[in-house]
């Protein structure tokens, strides 16, 4: 599940309101910052969530002191805590702050920045989240629960090492093909460049879908003949070398539930099968501890106020200063 959103995250166009103004005078209005809406706090103790407060109170530090918004209210958030049901053996809690750039709106008159209207819905948000992969939907500091549907999670590409940090790839969000689509950017900052996940095996994968097959036909012995098939094919390429079988399993999203075959990285409509890696974390730190962060850039195009503000945030988000916090 995502904690990360809130009620107003909706689609927002500047084009909505009837109101002309030229888009590129909203950015030669200052900016303000603002508390927003909260989060809920949950399964989390006294101790760790002062610790993780303190954690994101450094990171919004971070981010205000280098970054002033243009055109707009940033408004900021956090949450903190987990739901228990989402993993097992957890090592680590999630937790998560949240910046949401809320245009001023057209027609505005009144020189005081804080009387200013701005847009009450955005898409353009910045997320970064202590202990979850919030591409993954979601990997967590904690083993999959043992009566998850899957029993992995699934990674579209593989993440490509750059400048310190593991680019996750970007997706589009939404209005895709249009001028005005909105895309969603994804980073990875951990220790020593390493993952706290691992690429589930071919051998693992048909295993797994063995199981979920023979208890498909268990509960439905009517479709006998066609969820046969799939156990056979599985129990036949168990039968390859180890070689064969020790290679990552890269799947297709339409067969979660039979199994044809495996097909080559990247082919349209695939994913990886992956697990959490429990032997990426330090066991020893409490659960407070930040020991991988992810970021996530989501911004809608086409609009000045929204390129050039994220342009600077994006030079505020400060890697090193991320990475430096892990284990801390």
């Known amino acids: ?24 005078l909203l950015l030669q209005k200052p900016g303000t910052w603002k508390t927003g809406q909260q989060g809920f706090i949950q399964n989390v103790t006294a101790t760790d969530l002062a610790k993780e407060r303190s954690v994101m109170a450094a990171i919004h530090k971070m981010v205000s002191a280098n970054f002033s918004p243009k055109g707009c209210q940033v408004s900021y ?4 805590g987990k739901q228990l049901s989402a993993g097992q053996s957890w090592i680590a809690d999630p937790f998560h702050y949240n910046l949401y750039i809320l245009p001023y709106l057209c027609g505005i008159k009144n020189a005081d920045p804080s009387k200013y209207t701005v847009a009450v819905a955005t898409a353009t948000t910045v997320d970064i989240t202590a202990n979850v992969v919030l591409k993954l939907n979601d ?26 940090a593991w680019y996750m790839g970007e997706e589009v969000v939404s209005d895709y093909g249009t001028s005005n689509e909105t895309k969603a950017y994804h980073w990875l900052i951990t220790y020593n460049d390493t993952l706290p996940f691992y690429y589930v095996t071919r051998k693992e994968y048909l295993l797994i879908q063995k199981k979920r097959l023979e208890k498909l036909l268990t509960d439905n012995p009517g479709e006998k003949e066609y ?12 039968k390859k070398s180890e070689a064969e079988l020790s290679k990552p399993a890269v799947c297709m999203w339409n067969e979660e539930e039979r199994f044809e075959k495996f097909v080559e990285e990247g ?45 600077a945030i994006k030079k505020a988000v400060d890697f090193v200063t991320l990475k430096n916090m892990l284990g801390k």
């Open 227 to 238: 969820t046969g098939k799939f156990i056979k094919n599985v129990n036949e390429y168990l």
């Open 1 to 24: 599940m995502r904690y990360i959103t809130l009620p107003f995250l909706l689609f927002f166009s500047l084009a909505a309101f009837s109101q002309e103004c030229s888009k590129e």
């Open 267 to 311: 082919s349209r409509g695939s994913f990886i099968a992956v697990k959490p890696n429990l032997n990426y974390y330090n066991k020893k730190l409490p659960r407070s501890s930040p020991q991988f962060f992810t970021v996530v850039y989501t911004i809608t195009l086409g609009e000045p106020v929204f390129e050039e503000n994220m342009a």
């Open 77 to 80: 958030s956090t949450v903190y």
């Open 139 to 164: 990997l967590y500091a904690a083993t999959i629960p043992d009566d998850d549907f899957r029993g992995y999670l699934k990674l579209k590409q593989r993440p490509q090492k750059t400048g310190g």
